[in-house]
């Protein structure tokens, strides 16, 4: 049984950084997609940054641009979001999803396997 679970999270002023992780367990093949997703408080989940099999190929939402870095490690199964320059906008739980196949985006119906959440909560 695959499991995807984060961690990370917490609270940090803005302008602060942080590192989250998300460790697929129970897999015996590399997820083609691995993305970050976030759900702020009364509003929709929306994508934040995906990142292909081999790490070369990534994308990111327009307001993480240039302050987030989506990354991978396939031997341990981790896809990693670098946090940079927050703000208090970021506040919200982020989620870590991941699919097998298919075409490599930001859209939720994409995904598969999806985690419990991490809190992010950043301070003004």
């Known amino acids: 049984q695959v499991q995807l679970v984060e961690s990370g999270g917490g609270s940090v002023q803005a302008g602060g950084s942080l590192r989250l992780s998300c460790v697929a367990s129970?897999?015996?093949?590399?997820?083609?997609?691995m993305a970050w997703f976030r759900q702020a408080p009364g509003k929709e989940r929306e994508g934040v940054a995906v990142?292909?099999?081999?790490?070369?190929?990534?994308y990111y939402a327009d307001s993480v641009k240039g302050r987030f870095t989506i990354s991978r490690d396939n031997a341990k199964n981790t896809v990693y979001l670098q946090m940079n320059s927050l703000k208090p906008e970021d506040t919200a739980m982020y989620y870590c999803?991941?699919?097998?196949?298919?075409?490599?985006?930001?859209?939720?119906?994409?995904?598969?396997?999806w985690g419990q959440g991490t809190q992010v909560t950043v301070d003004s």
């Open positions: 129970g897999v015996t093949y590399s997820m083609k997609c």
């Open positions: 999803a991941a699919v097998r196949i298919g075409y490599c985006s930001l859209a939720q119906f994409s995904y598969y396997y």
């Open positions: 990142i292909g099999t081999s790490g070369g190929s990534t």
